[in-house]
């Protein structure tokens, strides 16, 4: 049977639409609700990348304000944005309000800002955040000073964003507005993939 060249043209058309369709549902599909957060890095988040060889998250143990054992995997479950800083980082100092403004907006049972100071000691981490007025930040000390070296931070503030299942899904090495449309994205969406 011979076909017209309109009819090869809709048959063609048709074949090609199919092929898009299919093409459009299969990458889809392979992405999944898992995949990296990439197409967040934009406008605020600029900054933030996914590594592929990301280090695991440390399993250390910190000291909160009352003195008792801390660790990130207390937090299991949740997402949570690691945030390691000291009051002598003045790009740290200047992005902990914004941290602070993030905590309050989507902080709760699926997410927590976890703030993780390197200072000499907790008290100067205390006193900050008091007098700042960032009572909603957890005060959570490393005595250790070893997070920045285990996550292989090349300098502070560095946040890192966690799973509940306490893997890396990406990293901001540098000072961040987290308090932003931008940030408040990037976390959702990190939120709905760990439901």
Not at 4 to 11: D, E
Request: net charge negative.
């Amino acid at each position: 049977m011979k076909m017209s060249p309109i009819g090869l043209g809709i048959l063609g058309m048709t074949v090609l639409a199919i092929g898009w369709f299919l093409y459009v549902m299969v990458s889809g599909a392979s992405k999944g609700e898992t995949g990296p957060l990439d197409s967040y890095a934009h406008g605020e988040m600029r900054a933030f990348v996914s590594i592929d060889d990301a280090p695991a998250q440390p399993d250390l143990v910190y000291r909160d304000g009352d003195g008792g054992e801390v660790r990130l995997s207390d937090y299991r479950g949740q997402v949570i944005l690691v945030n390691y800083w000291a009051t002598w980082c003045g790009p740290c100092v200047e992005e902990m309000p914004a941290l602070s403004g993030l905590q309050a907006e989507l902080g709760g049972e699926q997410f927590q800002v976890v703030t993780v100071t390197l200072d000499r000691s907790i008290e100067d981490a205390r006193e900050f955040l008091t007098r700042m007025e960032l009572g909603n930040l957890p005060l959570i000390h490393d005595e250790t000073f070893s997070s920045p070296n285990r996550v292989r931070a090349i300098g502070l503030p560095m946040s890192i964003l966690y799973d509940g299942l306490g893997r890396e899904i990406g990293r901001v090495p540098a000072p961040a507005e987290w308090n932003s449309d931008d940030a408040h994205a990037l976390i959702r969406a990190a939120i709905r993939r760990n439901i």
